[in-house]
């Protein structure tokens, strides 16, 4: 029987982008908020990414991305999760992403995108009331 | 990409090699600018960025380097943030404690040796994706806190570096801005304008002061590699952000159009677009490149490049005699990155936050 856990968070850089100032906020305002979070640094590939999000068993990944390479790498970590039998982790996205990417990225299956101006507590309440923990977990109170 | 010895190693190599052979070479920017981006105070810019030149010269040294046989080719690379006269005082207060160091720790002679050369750029961290024609008029007050705290070259920022990498019609305004600025305004015909306020010779001071604070802590530590292992650096830059982030967030640091007098402006358009069909062209050439080459030299000349990393570092250890040749003989980034990764290892960022 699975002890209850608090809700895991992987913070993600995929690509070659390598600001990840609001990662390491987001973070940090995460282990604030009482999440367990475990930040990957730069440079992840999609597999390096879904690899350590199963090995860490977490229920969301949070994918930080400011170069627009989300176009490869956000359709390729959700097929590597599908692939790895791991479609219940969530994942989010946080950064730069044009208008019209937004909506796409929703349809294939990106929970929500924070976008420049997105306010740390409102990026914890949405993630509070939204994600579920994975399958077969149960989160402490 | 490399842990911090051997990314010190490429560098002394780097300024070895132009000191012997490229005289004329300014052989390093030592960058402050990225540390400003991930969220340091001005002060920690300062203090970090003077203190990896510092590393960098006693690695001179060791090489066996005389201090102004190579010094005068270093320069440096400051952020222009937001706060105009903090800015200008951390300029000023760069020049006199990297003159200090370079005479009193090192025993300096070539007054060329003391001299902070730099290169300054806006700070991109401090502009918006609300309201975004807001940023020129930022990156115009940044601009003239650079030409006022003495840089000797500049980059201003688009109006649309939040965004993407910049339109045209957004990097002629930047660059207007500077010509403007150069030509219009009559800045850069007195050297150091401020020089004698009460106001900003406070400030230059206040700021040497903090910065040395740091500097003999990290001498504490011992130095830059040894605070590194043990994030010290890092941690500072986190802190730093995070607080900045809150005082956003709370509105006691104000950005217009962000958290005081916003509207409902749309945002600007994404206009550059980067055809998919580059990638694939760029990669095509690549391998043509590959196929092209004399493959014997080629790799002859890349088993040279390994064997001086895997020797210790020295003269006749130097990569870049060999890395000119990898080059001419057709090696591509890639490829010496990779080999600089399998013989140095790969980096991992403990990623503190």
């Known amino acids: 029987m699975e002890k209850a856990r608090k809700l895991r968070i992987l913070v993600a850089k995929p690509g070659l982008d390598g600001h990840d100032r609001g990662a390491r906020i987001v973070a940090r305002a995460f282990r604030d908020a009482g999440f367990e979070v475990i930040y990957t640094g730069c440079h992840q590939t999609p597999e390096q990414i879904v690899s350590t999000a199963i090995q860490e068993d977490v229920d969301m990944i949070g994918l930080s991305i400011l170069s627009g390479a989300h176009t490869y790498s956000f359709p390729r970590i959700l097929e590597l999760l599908e692939e790895n039998n791991a479609k219940d982790i969530s994942v989010v996205g946080g950064g730069i992403f044009p208008l019209e990417d937004i909506s796409k990225l929703k349809e294939i299956g990106i929970k929500e995108l924070f976008e420049p101006g997105a306010r740390l507590k409102d990026i914890i309440d949405w993630v509070s009331s939204n994600i579920s923990p994975r399958r077969g977990v149960v989160l402490k109170k | ?353």
């Not at chain 2, 005068?72 to 951390?90: C, P, Q, T, V, Y």
């Not at chain 2, 001299?115 to 990156?139: D, K, W």
Request: hydrophobic letters at 40%; one cysteine or more; glycine letters at 6%.
């Open chain 2, 1 to 353: 990409m490399l842990p911090p010895e051997p990314s010190l190693r490429l560098v002394t190599d780097t300024v070895e090699f132009g000191t012997r052979e490229v005289p004329r070479w300014n052989t390093i920017s030592i960058s402050g600018y990225h540390i400003r981006e991930a969220g340091s105070t001005a002060v920690q810019e300062l203090a970090f960025t003077i203190y990896d030149g510092i590393a960098y010269v006693e690695e001179g040294i060791k090489r066996g380097l005389k201090v102004d046989e190579f010094a005068g080719r270093l320069s440096f690379f400051w952020n222009s943030h937001i706060d105009f006269f903090e800015e200008i005082a951390k300029m000023r207060a760069s020049r006199r404690i990297w003159a200090r160091i370079m005479k009193e720790r090192f025993g300096a002679q070539d007054p060329r040796s003391m001299l902070m050369r730099f290169h300054t750029q806006t700070a991109g961290c401090s502009l918006t994706s609300a309201e975004p024609y807001n940023n020129v008029i930022r990156t115009t007050t940044e601009a003239l806190a650079a030409i006022l705290g003495g840089t000797n070259s500049l980059h201003t920022n688009s109006l649309d570096e939040v965004y993407m990498i910049p339109s045209e019609e957004a990097v002629l305004i930047a660059l207007r801005t500077q010509q403007v600025l150069a030509d219009e305004c009559g800045v850069t015909h007195v050297i150091d304008p401020l020089a004698g306020s009460y106001f900003v010779e406070a400030l230059t001071d206040k700021m040497e002061e903090e910065a040395n604070v740091y500097i003999r802590k990290l001498d504490e530590m011992g130095g830059m590699v040894a605070a590194i292992e043990r994030d010290y650096p890092q941690m500072e830059i986190a802190d730093a952000a995070f607080h900045f982030q809150r005082q956003v967030e709370d509105g006691e640091k104000i950005i217009i159009g962000v958290n005081k007098y916003t509207s409902d402006r749309p945002e600007l358009e994404f206009v550059l677009k980067i055809d998919e069909e580059i990638e694939r062209m760029q990669v095509n050439r690549t391998n043509r490149y590959k196929e092209k080459r004399d493959k014997v030299r080629f790799q002859k000349a890349m088993d040279e490049v390994r064997r001086r990393c895997e020797g210790p570092p020295c003269w006749e250890n130097n990569v870049m005699p060999a890395l000119i040749e990898a080059v001419r003989a057709g090696a591509t980034e890639q490829e010496c990155c990779d080999l600089y990764r399998d013989a140095f290892g790969v980096y991992t960022d403990p990623g503190t936050f």
